[in-house]
């Protein structure tokens, strides 16, 4: 028994912030941030709108897309590093606005891999037959974290959601799914503070994204190059027989550094960092349903999805489509 993915959606909040408006900010400019990222704007949630408002929309968009009745899900899953409050988690508080009965429902917190977290965990359940149909959502409005002030991080990210049905399929779907991580890194990206630790009376009570980018950068790269020829190897296919790459969107850099690597041309890759700058968990399911929406994956199409993100956490999914 696989996972085969029945529908996805995405949503993404109205507000654009542009790097023109980014130069305005802080000493940086729209030529560094394109050529070092690829990114020209990003979304940024309005005042009270929450990852759970996101994720609802990108979930009810899926939901859509599937064609299914949300009662009919067995379970939620959510990867989320900003949650809406520390409890009850986001997906308890989405699951009744969604209809979705009484299934079980948390979140994942792998920061940028969350997505391909929650996949895998989905699929296992699907695949031991213990559910039939799953609904796995990755939703941030890590904006609320940034540091304004602070241009090594504040050009980087945006919010946004993405969302993707999986029901249960004899014939095709995830064929396999791949997760890590290593807890020596934690300190080259972070939020160093939380509800048991540092928190503080300034604003936000202190909460804001620190990274040492150029040192996450070289990990990440050699990392995401592993994980792409570990997932290959599992499934004894060669990278020839990919149609698509479908990547966390953190560096157009390091995209298409693992593209070279998969002998992939530019054509076969999804790209959003360029609107969406990188979105944590949001940013895998956003593009595959840009891919999907835009006709550009087709059923029975090869895709791997590959994540990198704080922890450090990685992961990747082989998916027949
Ligand atoms: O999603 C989770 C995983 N995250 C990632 O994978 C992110 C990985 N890292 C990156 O994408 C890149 O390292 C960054 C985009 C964060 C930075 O690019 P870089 O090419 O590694 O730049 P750098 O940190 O080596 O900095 C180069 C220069 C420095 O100036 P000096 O020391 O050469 O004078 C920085 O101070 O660029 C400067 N700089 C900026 N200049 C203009 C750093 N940020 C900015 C900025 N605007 N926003």
Not at 87 to 94: G, K, W
Request: proline letters at 2%; hydrophobic letters at 40%; charged letters at 25%.
């Amino acid at each position: 028994m696989h996972a085969r993915i029945i529908g996805t959606g995405h949503y993404l909040p109205e507000k654009v912030l542009t790097n023109a408006e980014l130069e305005q900010r802080v000493e940086t400019s729209d030529q560094w941030i394109r050529d070092r990222t690829g990114i020209r704007e990003r979304r940024v949630a309005a005042d009270g709108q929450t990852t759970g408002d996101l994720a609802e929309q990108a979930a009810r968009r899926a939901l859509d897309a599937a064609g299914v009745d949300p009662a009919s899900i067995d379970l939620l899953i959510l990867g989320t590093t900003t949650p809406d409050v520390v409890f009850p988690s986001t997906a308890c508080m989405i699951q009744k606005r969604l209809g979705l009965g009484d299934c079980g429902a948390f979140d994942v917190n792998a920061a940028c891999s969350g997505f391909i977290y929650a996949l895998s965990i989905a699929t296992q359940y699907i695949e031991a037959g213990t559910i039939k149909r799953a609904l796995v959502i990755g939703a941030e409005t890590l904006t609320r974290m940034l540091d304004w002030n602070d241009r090594a991080t504040c050009v980087l990210f945006g919010d946004g959601a993405g969302a993707a049905v999986l029901e249960a399929d004899e014939s095709a779907g995830v064929l396999s799914t791949h997760i890590h991580a290593n807890g020596d890194y934690s300190d080259l990206l972070k939020v160093d503070v939380g509800v048991s630790r540092g928190f503080t009376e300034e604003p936000r009570g202190g909460v804001k994204i620190h990274m040492k980018g150029n040192e996450v950068f070289k990990v990440a790269v050699n990392t995401l190059g592993r994980i792409v020829d570990e997932t290959l190897a599992h499934n004894q296919l060669d990278k020839h027989d990919l149609d698509w790459l479908i990547p966390h969107q953190a560096n157009l850099r390091i995209i298409k550094a693992t593209a070279r690597k998969l002998d992939m041309s530019m054509d076969q890759v999804i790209v959003t960092v360029d609107r969406h700058g990188n979105t944590s968990a949001a940013s895998v399911p956003m593009a595959l349903d840009e891919a999907v929406r835009s006709g550009r994956v087709k059923r029975g199409d090869l895709m791997l999805l590959e994540a990198f993100g704080g922890g450090f956490t990685w992961g990747a999914a082989l998916i027949r489509y």
